[in-house]
């Protein structure tokens, strides 16, 4: 049942049933996950990037780009205020360098997880197994590397640093060593046709994660993409229903509602997904004198609101939509 071309098939819902669709992909998530929506209090530590995707905003050759490392004691402190306000799991991201150094990095994880118990999720692109071992053994709980693009030509075309196979070994190693393992792609790539896009869900299926995260590839101009399209710039319910029939070939993943949406479909696209799918909520809370230079696309929203703001707004935006905030870490919801 769960083939390609169903995938296909459902991607290609027309208007009339797309509610239907909805509906089917809220009621998948509601029997496997339940009611509960999980915050993940994510803290953009360092735009400091080695890599150059052609996407992203925080890439190496941008030039415009003012870099920032943000002091680990700040880092650590964030976290633990975050504890205070009811946060169960932070998140650790950063572009691709040893601008913060494995060692840095994981006696940071090791101060957090020593004074405040958190789940702790890390993001910070492909490293070795020896490396992910050794954060793991300092208290990292989770990974999140998106694999972008299940198409290795496209991938190729993108990444200059890497290729396709090696990113889906980084995800390998991640699950060998037993850390809960996020991946995800972007939706829309310039040059991705609806196979691709039906092939990265069957990949996220495959993969078997525990975390997914997609959201709509949003132009930068300071990138080499900047000036192409959404491949479904013209059909932007297309974004939903990529999500939708994610969750229904992945029930029991956990889906966040990421920021992404909201640039795209300002003050509704994340309160949108929680309906369709989605059982996850990221409330930035990096302190907001470096959010606006970790601009990875145009718009992206919360670049001013305090963190105390952001999760308050979170919070409003679950209690709005009737459901509870989850409680507990909100580990994995796989049984291997
Ligand atoms: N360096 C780490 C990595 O690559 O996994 C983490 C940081 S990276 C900036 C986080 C994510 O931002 C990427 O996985 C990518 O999907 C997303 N992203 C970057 N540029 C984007 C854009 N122009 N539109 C939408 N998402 C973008």
């Not at 190693?173 to 991705?192: A, D, H, N, Y």
């Not at 930035?284 to 609101?305: D, F, H, Q």
């Amino acid at each position: 049942m769960f083939t390609k071309e169903y995938a296909l098939s459902l991607l290609n819902t027309g208007s009339t049933e797309v509610e239907a669709l909805y509906r089917r992909a809220d009621e998948v998530r509601k029997h496997a996950c339940g009611e509960d929506v999980f915050l993940r209090g994510i803290i953009e530590f360092s735009n400091i990037c080695a890599a150059d995707c052609t996407y992203c905003g925080i890439r190496a050759s941008n030039r415009e780009v003012e870099r920032f490392k943000i002091p680990s004691d700040e880092i650590v402190e964030t976290a633990l205020a975050a504890k205070s306000a009811g946060i169960t799991t932070v998140v650790l991201q950063a572009g691709e360098s040893q601008a913060v150094s494995d060692q840095e990095l994981g006696q940071i994880i090791r101060r957090i997880k020593e004074e405040s118990g958190l789940a702790i999720t890390l993001s910070v692109g492909n490293r070795s197994e020896q490396t992910y071992r050794y954060w793991q053994a300092c208290g990292m709980d989770r990974y999140l590397l998106r694999f972008e693009t299940s198409d290795a030509e496209l991938f190729g075309r993108v990444h200059g640093s890497c290729s396709l196979d090696e990113r889906l070994e980084c995800l390998r190693s991640l699950r060998r060593l037993g850390v809960q393992t996020g991946s995800g792609f972007l939706i829309g790539l310039p040059g991705e046709r609806l196979e691709i896009l039906a092939d990265n869900i069957m990949l996220c299926r495959e993969l078997d994660l525990d975390m997914i995260g997609i959201g709509p590839f949003i132009p930068h101009p300071h990138t080499p993409l900047g000036s192409f399209p959404n491949a479904y710039a013209d059909q932007p319910e297309m974004f939903f229903k990529a999500l939708a029939v994610l969750r229904i070939f992945n029930p029991t993943a956990h889906i966040p509602a990421t920021t992404a949406f909201d640039a795209v479909f300002p003050d509704k696209g994340r309160d949108l997904l929680l309906q369709r799918g989605a059982n996850v909520f990221m409330p930035n809370i990096t302190p907001a004198k470096y959010r606006s230079m970790y601009l990875l696309y145009p718009n992206k929203p919360g670049l001013v609101e305090s963190e105390c703001e952001c999760l308050q707004c979170a919070a409003h935006l679950v209690k709005r939509l009737g459901r509870p905030i989850g409680k507990g870490p909100g580990h994995t919801l796989k049984r291997r």
